[in-house]
């Protein structure tokens, strides 16, 4: 007896190969989004919503009341993309096998997917973290880098429950290092199957490679001493001089001599020079006033405060892939950028598109079944051709929520 391929049957079935094709996803706070899911017909909350971050507080001294201001912050997430895969057959080809079916169309269409939503999300995310570790082009090879980088996210008050996501050269110098020495020999062949390792080595609780993780390129500059150009400078823009000509592009790091971080919890100072990302290209020479993130804020009264002090003027401004601070230069160097984060850094949305379509059967895969994503399935039969074609799409978006939970590491 035959089997039905109905929509519903479909869309299941690319969203188990979905599901096991996802690794950067795997960093995304799966709590977001649920805005768009099972919205009433007719309800609409449009593309963007905002999300509230924690509030933040400061201990105060005494038995006077200290009422604090209830600062709502928020950060928007937006449906950006509409991902899809399309395809046709006859009505003749509908008779084939289900696993023939599965195997010709739905697994390559589920991979398809779920490599693209993977990209998707880094190239909207890793841009906007500024803790990083690692030198740009040089796969890290010391242990010790890698549990610096950790203390560092502990340092600025990022709990438990880290993971990793590598690429695969920087995989292979990692493993080679540690695979015998953090992992059972019991495990090592899921390791190998699935693209794990150490679970819960060096400080990271589970650690995955991933081959679509983010290629950068950093800016350049001509022969500089880049230093800050006026005292007191705060916010999200910082007036730099001593420069060549120069070309700077967006998710260039950098660190200023003498601000350090402060734990946003505690307020206590890290004694670890904050890391700072330009978030804008600009170009030119001599000066240039930078777009950053995060913003300087020193002033020890403000829930928000970032940093110890404000730079001083003539304050030696170190970026990274930089040859140093005077007569340096910066060629461009491209480089993969590697992450580890807390889940609560990031978000990954997903709309549920209507199945409600003139003239279409087309069934729908809730966001749960694929962890973050609802993919929609919808085929039409075309009289004229004898075709049926057929789609497979998803509406997502992404967006950094608590940046500073997640860090960037260069290979």
Known sequence: M???ITPNWVSTDVAMFWDNNITALRLADPTYGSEWKNLPDGAKIGYT????IPQRWRVKRGQALQQQPILNQTVPISLTDQLQVAMGWSSADDAVSIEEVQTRYDKPAGQALANECDAFFQRQIVLAVYFNIGTPGTPITSNEVWTDGVAK???FGVGDDLNAVIEPRQQSKLQANNLTQFNPQSTISTIFRKGFFGFGALGVDEWAWDS????FTTGT???????VSGAGQSGSSLLLSGLGTYAFKEGDRFTIDGVYGVNPISYVNTNILQDFVVTADASGSSTVTLTISPSIIADTNSQLQTVNALPASGAAVTFKGASGTVGATM???TTKLNLIANQAAFAFVSADLPVKLAGAVAGRTPGAKTDK???RYVDQYNIQTDQLPRRMDCLVGAAPILPYFGLVAYS
């Open 373 to 375: 994503v609802s993919i």
């Open 2 to 4: 035959n089997t039905v």
């Open 153 to 155: 996210l502990r340092a």
């Open 221 to 227: 500059f001509t022969a500089s001493t880049p230093v």
């Open 212 to 215: 679509n993780m983010v290629a």
């Open 331 to 333: 060629t461009a160097t």
């Open 49 to 52: 919503v905002q999300q509230r």
